[in-house]
């Protein structure tokens, strides 16, 4: 199991304390020692996601981080388990 996570402000927004905020997108490319490399055939869940879609209607923008918000679906418990059941999770992308 491993866990990424993207460090962006309350409002979805990065580098919110300058003139220019900006939304980024994360990504995880890894090869291992063994052989193992990342692929479609992981699995991937969104822990928080934002700006959200409602926010952005109700006018979120790099201009407007106030009307911005995240949503929180939480970290489901034991998810680094060998016998988590992950799925209902999402096959990651490539």
């Keep these: 199991a491993i866990l990424c ?4 402000s309350p409002s979805g927004f990065e580098y919110t304390d300058t003139s220019s905020p900006q939304l980024g997108d ?7 020692s063994d052989g193992t490399v ?3 055939s992981w699995k991937a869940y969104t822990s928080t996601f934002g700006p959200t879609d409602a926010s952005n ?3 979120c923008s790099s201009s407007n ?14 998810w ?8 209902s999770w ?3 992308t490539e």
Excluded at 5 to 8: F, G, M, N, T
């Design 38 to 40: 990342t692929s479609k």
């Design 5 to 8: 996570q993207d460090y962006a």
């Design 26 to 32: 994360g990504a995880l490319l890894a090869e291992f």
């Design 65 to 78: 981080l106030n009307a911005c918000s995240v949503q929180d679906n939480g970290m489901p418990k034991d």
């Design 80 to 87: 680094y388990s060998t016998s988590f059941d992950d799925s």
């Design 90 to 92: 999402v096959s990651a």
């Design 57 to 59: 209607a109700a006018g």
